[in-house]
């Protein structure tokens, strides 16, 4: 059965502090990994990563995923109290079907 | 430009009671989905529809039915609600193999 795992479940850090998120995965035929981060309401794209070892950059966040070991991080540097959300991880399946994590709750404290 | 819009935003059924969550998208894009988010839990697929006069189910189909009413509109119906359809649900759009957008959410209670 296919499988997420999101780790840390939640995370305190400081204002300018740097964050790792992390997730693993287990998708029979995967096809791409999605991030997403959640306010208060709607979820909202971040990155697609299909190819090891590329990184995706936007701004203070930045991606990469490596096939290989089956896992994904996130890092957001110089944090500010606008990036506490959750944070969503889903792999896609070779039918474009997305399984998602149960998320990273993030909060930056001033 | 309003992107993905659901109604209504908040919502309390008795158990045995019917309603409608509505969704509405206008991008122009040709997937839609319902989904449901419960804590500590990842969204969860209840229906899809790849294009306008299909619909699938997803992961979590029991329960509902969904009508793909054109592009631009796609509904999803609880027929007789329960306590455990307590829940926030996303209706979400997507263009071909493009990231879902989403909506703002409906939550449920159902007591």
């Known amino acids: 059965e296919d499988k997420v795992v999101q780790s840390p479940l939640s995370l305190v850090v400081h204002e300018g502090d740097t964050v790792t998120l992390n997730c693993s995965y287990e998708?029979?035929?995967?096809?791409?990994l999605l991030w997403y981060k959640q306010e208060k309401k709607a979820p909202t794209f971040l990155f697609m990563l299909t190819s090891s070892g590329i990184e995706k950059k936007s701004g203070r966040l930045s991606s990469i995923l490596d096939k290989k070991e089956l896992f994904s991080i996130l890092n957001i540097t110089a944090t500010q109290t606008g990036d506490s959300a959750v944070y969503l991880c889903?792999?896609?399946?070779?039918?474009?079907?997305?399984?998602w994590g149960a998320g990273t709750k993030l909060i930056i404290k001033p | 430009n309003a992107g993905v819009t659901q109604t209504p935003k908040f919502q309390v059924l008795k158990t045995g009671q019917s309603m409608t969550l509505q969704c509405a998208q206008d991008m122009n894009h040709n997937s839609m989905y319902w989904y449901r988010q419960d804590p500590g839990m990842g969204l969860r697929l209840i229906y899809y529809?790849?294009?306008?006069?299909?619909?699938d189910k997803g992961e979590v189909p029991n329960g509902y039915n969904v009508s793909r009413l054109n592009k631009r509109e796609f509904s999803l119906r609880l027929e007789s609600a329960a306590p455990s359809q307590t829940s926030v649900y996303f209706c979400?759009?997507?263009?071909?193999?493009?990231?879902?957008?989403f909506g703002n959410g409906t939550r449920l209670t159902v007591t």
């Open positions: 998708v029979t035929n995967f096809r791409s």
């Open positions: 889903a792999p896609e399946d070779s039918n474009y079907q997305l399984i």
């Open positions: 979400a759009s997507s263009d071909f193999r493009g990231p879902l957008h």
């Open positions: 529809s790849a294009s306008e006069g299909t619909t």
